[in-house]
């Protein structure tokens, strides 16, 4: 048995990993019983563990295909972004879509239906899935949004749930350089920056706002954001390149991101930014994975880990986004990371997570006796305005919450006991927001 926890650390388990290397040996584990996939772990919550049941690890299916003439590349459900871009960025291809880590497999991708920057511009994953190998307890199956839709959408940010993706056909985007061309402004309050973010969206490809959720008063919201595109050919490379990788050897004592030390960073972050600054050039891993410098950061919340909270909420809510922030900075407890982005429309996955509006994610260390009480009152805030929590992060919804915040709930669990009636692929997520079977 292998302790298996989500990058926030958070809770763990014991499972029994096992590493399949073809489709016949995913096969075979389907057919012995309860089964969790698993890729690299870069979920934050217990999507990709099972306590006491057995794991499949994906890694071992990690090909990557020729990419053709219209930019399509197919790739094993183990491959991940970064080993994805190392073999075809120096062709001029990049992938269409990127969350914050290049740690994320192309079937951990397709499970949560993963987004970036550019979700206003490029919605999320599933955009650009061209069709998909799925491996499920009634056989496997080849699908895509002309062959059994139903089943396709609902493995697109199903969690895993419905099948094992075997294999991802994907269509990247077509790049002149390794150069992110980037602006960045420095807003007072949030008003200020939701409302450039807002003005923006058809300027910029890429925009992200950090988020100072310490800040009160006339300074609530304040924040730093960032619009990029990406730069053409023969463009100035950055000016400081990154050498070398830093690294956190060992988890940090209790407490040491509090109140008083993030808000020291968080001023320290705020005042480093340029007030306004334009098409300035950065590397790819700067712009998109500056974590990614960093390894095992998640190291730094302690040894009881961290919540990252992540929701999204309708455009004409976007006082609830402020109502958030404000009750945070009441509250005491402290984000070390605040990330505000805009989506456009949502896509046609079942329990995929965007919807036209605004997403605010913040990371919040465990130890605080308020934490549970104040998450849930933030649910509340979520729920009345519309919106949705984001399952591949969570670690403590409630159940019952989770048909108000995903109303096509049903129809995925209809469309999953077509493939699954057994109940075969589970997860700790899953049992433990009643998605699947008790």
Known sequence: MTRLAGWGRTPAAQSSVVAPSSEEEVAELLARGPLCVRGLGRSYGDAAQLAGGTVAELTGLDEIGPVDEAGVVTLGAGASIDALLASVLPEGWFVPVTPGTRQVTMGGAVAADVHGKNHHRDGSFASHVESLRLATPRGVFDVSPEADPDLFWATLGGM????????????????????????TDRFDDLDGVM???????ERHRYSVAWVDCTAAGSRTGRAVLTRGDHAPAGAEPPRAPRTGRLGVPFVAPPGLLNRLSVRAFNEAWFRRAPRHAVEEPHSLGAFFHPLDGVADWNRLYGPRGFVQYQFVVPENAGETVRAVIERLARSGLVSFLAVLKRFGAGDPGHLSFPMAGWTLALDLPVGAETLPDELDALDELVLDAGGRVYLAKDARLDPAKVAAMYPRLEEWRAVRARVDPEGVLTSDLARRLHLVGR
Do not use: C, I, P
């Not at 409302?195 to 969206?201: I, P, Q, R």
């Open 160 to 183: 895993g749930l419905t099948g094992v993706v075997t294999r991802v056909r994907l269509r990247l985007l077509r790049v002149e350089s390794d150069v992110v061309l980037v602006d």
């Open 195 to 201: 409302a450039a973010m807002v003005e923006g969206d």
